[in-house]
């Protein structure tokens, strides 16, 4: 029998699996490279290519796995493989010392047409920061418009008012978009026609649709759940944080108009990701709900938190 080399997992195998990225032993529950946190496949390396098939006899006649010796391709009359292109640049650059294949993802950089094509009603206006100032500005002009009518709060506040709703939303778009950067993904910000309508229709409504816009990324298909699902929770967890800080100086501040605009970006960060944790289509709440269930019911039973608190601290404590 075969000790899995899983740490923390004394598990024997009769018939254990050998991972064909990093050469180590596992048994039945840790032996795809994901459910070890292989290390060979983060770096982007290839399978090794076995010469021979290794029998449950040969299992059998040692504690470890005879090493699988690796075939020089350069010998090989098949040709090397082709990384995949696109129309700018190639998917994956790819590096060969004889032995194997090195394959790590390129900063691509993609035309605004193929963002475009992903999501049926989306448009730009210009480069992705003008889409990202012009979301902002539909966001600012309904939810700020109804906060200052509605929680009384001064006209002299309004501009700490759009301070915080440009960097709660910014806090909210960019984490994801650097760390899918990060794992060599491009994504893009663009407009959609029904998120705009819908989020300037809530404009007179306590609550809103706070979503003129979405990150397009155009590759998550073929990304693994889990990488998906870390891309998206970091906009929720950096949200949350947000609204955690926001929610406490508003009820640990004198009640004024101080207190009103904290009180109202605790409000606005937790209805931002209610919207977007709805699990439908390609929204980010679907993304952590293939990954993790755990995940989604956290963010939203926290976000939910943060709304009622913010309702129940407006209604008895600050007004």
């Avoid at 254990?16 to 060979?40: A, Q």
């Avoid at 796995?65 to 082709?82: E, G, H, M, R, V």
């Avoid at 605004?112 to 992903?118: A, G, R, Y």
Wanted: charge should be neutral.
């Amino acid at each position: 029998m075969v000790k899995c080399e899983y740490p923390d997992c004394d598990r024997e195998e009769h018939l254990p699996f050998r991972c064909r990225y990093c050469g180590k032993v596992f048994c039945s529950k840790h032996r795809l490279p994901e459910n070890h946190d292989c290390e060979k496949l983060e770096q982007g390396i290839s399978p090794l290519y076995l010469q021979k098939s290794i029998t449950s006899q040969e299992i059998f006649q040692g504690e470890d796995f005879p090493q699988a010796p690796i075939i020089d391709l350069s010998t090989s009359q098949s040709p090397p493989p082709t990384p995949l292109h696109d129309e700018m640049e190639p998917f994956y650059a790819t590096s060969y010392d004889g032995q194997i294949y090195t394959v790590k993802p390129t900063k691509r950089k993609m035309k605004d047409s193929v963002f475009l094509s992903l999501v049926s009603d989306s448009f730009t206006i210009g480069p992705e920061i003008l889409d990202f100032l012009v979301g902002v500005l539909i966001i600012t002009l309904s939810f700020g418009f109804t906060a200052v009518l509605m929680t009384r709060l001064p006209w002299s506040y309004a501009g700490f008012l759009v301070a915080i709703v440009v960097g709660a939303y910014f806090s909210f778009i960019f984490p994801p978009k650097l760390l899918a950067a990060r794992f060599g993904y491009p994504s893009r910000y663009v407009l959609t026609k029904l998120g705009v309508i819908l989020t300037l229709i809530t404009l007179l409504s306590p609550v809103k649709f706070l979503s003129p816009g979405n990150l397009i990324i155009p590759d998550k298909e073929f990304m693994a759940k889990k990488r998906l699902g870390l891309i998206y929770s970091s906009s929720f967890l950096i949200n949350l944080l947000i609204g955690i800080s926001f929610i406490l100086l508003s009820w640990l501040l004198p009640s004024g108009p101080l207190a009103k605009l904290f009180l109202n970006g605790a409000f606005f960060t937790s209805q931002l990701s209610l919207l977007n944790l709805i699990p439908f289509s390609n929204s980010p709440g679907n993304s952590l709900k293939n990954w993790n269930w755990f995940m989604l019911i956290f963010f939203i039973l926290s976000n939910g938190a943060i709304f009622i608190a913010c309702i129940v601290l407006g209604v008895f404590t600050i007004y």
